[in-house]
């Protein structure tokens, strides 16, 4: 009987391992499972996964793209490292990173809600001017309409620094927090968003190019991420479930 119970979590440990395209390690194959109802513990999954030689795809280390190198006055860290927002829309954190294309580096800015972990604003492009993250910015004001006061962390990267990126903040009546010189522990949570995304979605490969880059980073962002990634931060919700239970509370 338990090795008929075994063959039959294997073939759905290996469903949802290679649905999710590698990207689940035992502790989200776990939730997964739970939620099909299946009584298992982590612990036997993460023995199943082993035996049977599954494994997430190994982490890599983030890119800095940070410019500090400029003269802009800089804003103090309001956010200090309390990243457990407990409601939606009023804290928000940024960061730029870049992908490598066989065309050349594709940037991507996004904006992260700590509360819920979505990301509700994102561009890219292959320049990296002050407006690439003011359009990722504009796009979550958009979608979110976050109340007065709500506030804005990021790095003290030029783009953040730059007179047009601080006015805006101001016409949407935001705050200003940024991280620390230096300190990239500061906005963890999009460094963490960045590990995710490189390592989940190719890993050692590299895009032909930057229109094949873009499609993967909208399906990586707006279907699998933001709707089906489980979160151990949200007890292994994803973040549209997550914001459905907060408003529906």
Known sequence: ????????????????????????????????LHTDGFAVSRKRVARLMRDNGLRAKGKRRSVRTTDNNHRDPVAPNLLNRQFNALQLNHVWAADLTYIPTKEGWLYLAVTLDLCSRAVVGYAMDAQMPATLPLAALQMAVQRRDPPPGFLH??????????HVFQAALVQFQARCSMSRKGECWDNAVVESFFSSLKRELFEDTIFETRVAARRAIFEFIEVFYNRQRRHSTLNYLTPAEFERQATAA
Do not use: F
């Open 153 to 162: 962390h990021s790095d003290q990267g030029s783009q953040y620094t730059s």
């Open 1 to 32: 009987m338990h090795a008929q119970q075994d063959a039959l979590l294997q073939q759905r440990i290996h469903e949802i391992h290679h649905h999710r395209k590698g990207r689940y390690g035992a502790p989200r194959i776990h939730a997964e």
